[in-house]
């Protein structure tokens, strides 16, 4: 195994990271809250061929895979973007994978149409706190023994395209939704069903689990940036307060649980790409460890300011929010390690 980046991969990399730094800073980050979406960021990330970029060339993506695909969400996290970057590009492959109409792919691909996808299966009929549901135009989610694809109204400019109403403040301003998949007003396509639908589903599934992993690595290292230059500026007893061991130490926990999150969510993206086996039970520890180090790095965080971190005008408290929110996006965290015992106790996860 190698996780050196190639010449190609850190460019990506530093592409990215340069536009999420541009685009997506603190100041946009707030005006983009109640909405829990940039529409101009999003037109950016499309007309860079981000959404695509885990698509085949044949399919009109822009036949990357998810190693780049983890790059980009990496960058994301660490600038806490507001767009459904990972949903969108997990939903663009899986529309390619049913073999969808090549207009669908195309507008998922090119961001014309938000189009997300579900992470959890849908309950009689109606997908579950969507990510990004509120300004999706459309959402691939299993609904019983089918995977479709559900319509709504679409507006062509990034605003909401259907029923949900967005989550804003309370929910890490991600726009969470509940979407209907079947009623009057939305366009039902059956892209797969059965036991195939079923497959298609969880593979996306685990893509997904990959993808969120890398962004919260990303927000994981940014909030522990933060921590440390607070900590280095300010002083306390005539020194600063990094120099004192009661949070060097913790300071020190977290890094090394940043970097082993990194490391995780790399390794599941590489062995995506390199057709291992093992790739969907690594994504999913990649996820569990990188979530959870997220939500510690931003808890720190918020500790190290003081009474300050709680107060709207520091960054701590927007990333807490959002780390705690992508944590529980995809249900009960604890389910989840559960899942991952069974699959270990099984010999599934390696």
Not at 63 to 88: D, T, Y
């Amino acid at each position: 195994m190698d996780l050196e980046l190639t010449p190609d991969e850190r460019d990506v990399a530093e592409a990215f990271a340069r536009v999420f730094t541009r685009d997506s800073s603190s100041e946009r980050v707030r005006a983009a809250e109640d909405a829990g979406f940039d529409p101009a960021l999003w037109k950016t990330l499309a007309g860079m061929g981000a959404i695509g970029i885990a698509v085949p060339a044949a399919a009109g993506g822009s036949g990357g895979g998810f190693v780049e695909l983890a790059l980009i969400a990496e960058a994301a996290g660490r600038r806490l973007a507001c767009v459904p970057l990972v949903e969108a590009a997990v939903a663009a492959r899986l529309l390619a994978d049913a073999g969808a109409p090549a207009d669908l792919v195309a507008e998922a691909v090119d961001g014309e149409r938000v189009t997300v996808f579900a992470p959890r299966p849908a309950e009689q009929g109606v997908a579950r706190r969507v990510p990004a549901g509120s300004v999706a135009g459309g959402v691939v989610a299993l609904d019983g023994d089918e995977l479709v694809l559900a319509h709504g109204v679409h507006t062509g400019d990034g605003s909401p395209g259907g029923p949900g109403a967005a989550a804003g403040r309370d929910l890490g301003f991600q726009a969470v939704a509940d979407r209907p998949l079947r009623g009057t007003g939305l366009d039902r396509r059956v892209l797969a069903a059965g036991a195939q639908a079923h497959d298609l589903w969880r593979r996306a599934r685990d893509r997904w689990r990959l993808g969120t992993a890398a962004a919260c690595t990303g927000l994981a290292a940014e909030a522990l940036d933060i921590a440390v230059r607070y900590a280095a500026g300010r002083h306390q007893f005539g020194a600063p307060i990094g120099s004192f061991q009661a949070l060097q130490q913790p300071l020190a926990d977290v890094a090394m649980a940043a970097d082993g999150a990194r490391l995780v969510a790399r390794e599941a993206a590489w062995r995506h790409d390199h057709g291992l086996e093992s790739w969907a039970g690594a994504a999913a520890v990649a996820f569990a460890h990188a979530a959870e180090t997220a939500v510690r790095a931003a808890e720190l965080c918020l500790h190290v300011h003081g009474g300050y971190g709680f107060t709207l005008e520091y960054d701590a408290q927007l990333y807490l929010r959002r780390a705690k929110a992508t944590r529980l996006s995809a249900g009960d965290p604890d389910l989840l390690w559960e899942e991952i015992g069974a699959a270990t106790m099984a010999g599934g996860a390696h």
